[in-house]
């Protein structure tokens, strides 16, 4: 008989609830789409941090447009639902300080078949949660991948900026 699981009556989607289950339920991540991005990063060669950037921006513009989010927490949560529901990552906050923020993606499937080649990959991904964060909160952010599976991580850490415009001479 099966007994029944224990995390069924938590309703609540956050980022928290995500991690827990996520020790429980580890995601099995198909490396066919890494392998794809991955080849086409390789063939961009030195534009491909910029197309992917732009390329990840353009479709979380078109993705969550006319979305609305209370603050950057809640629209990371929103960011991280998608990721989750796709099936591209579990995102985490991971720190905060007044300068920038830090989030985590867990089986990252954009470099889940990389190298450790001492790069990071990700760059769609940074792109994509830019143009998310500017759709839900108006405002500008830079989005920048510090680590990643291709630079030995286990997780691709994200550091999230507030992108401010050059103060007048
Ligand atoms: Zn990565």
């Given at each position: 008989?099966?007994?029944?699981?224990?995390?069924?009556?938590?309703?609540?989607?956050?980022?928290?609830?995500?991690?827990?289950?996520?020790?429980?339920?580890?995601?099995?991540?198909?490396?066919?789409?890494?392998?794809?991005?991955?080849?086409?990063?390789?063939?961009?060669?030195?534009?491909?941090?910029?197309?992917?950037?732009?390329?990840?921006?353009?479709?979380?513009?078109?993705?969550?447009?006319?979305?609305?989010?209370?603050?950057?927490?809640?629209?990371?949560?929103?960011?991280?639902?998608?990721?989750?529901?796709?099936?591209?990552?579990r995102l985490i906050m991971d720190g905060v300080n007044e300068k920038f923020?830090?989030?985590?993606?867990?089986?990252?499937?954009?470099?889940?078949?990389?190298?450790?080649?001492?790069?990071?990959?990700?760059?769609?991904?940074?792109?994509?949660?830019?143009?998310?964060?500017?759709?839900?909160?108006?405002e500008d952010y830079v989005v920048i991948e510090t680590k990643c599976c291709?630079?030995?991580?286990?997780?691709?850490?994200?550091?999230?900026?507030?992108?401010?415009?050059?103060?007048?001479?």
């Open positions: 008989m099966l007994k029944s699981f224990p995390l069924k009556k938590r309703k609540k989607q956050n980022m928290e609830v995500k991690e827990s289950l996520s020790k429980i339920l580890p995601v099995r991540v198909n490396t066919a789409y890494s392998t794809r991005l991955l080849s086409i990063n390789k063939v961009l060669k030195a534009e491909a941090k910029e197309v992917l950037y732009k390329a990840g921006l353009d479709l979380a513009n078109t993705e969550f447009e006319g979305l609305k989010a209370e603050g950057i927490s809640n629209a990371l949560s929103l960011v991280a639902d998608e990721y989750f529901r796709k099936g591209l990552g923020l830090l989030v985590r993606n867990y089986e990252c499937a954009t470099c889940a078949a990389a190298d450790n080649d001492g790069k990071t990959h990700c760059w769609l991904d940074a792109g994509f949660i830019a143009g998310a964060l500017k759709q839900m909160l108006n291709g630079t030995g991580s286990e997780y691709c850490e994200f550091m999230i900026a507030k992108r401010h415009r050059k103060a007048p001479k």
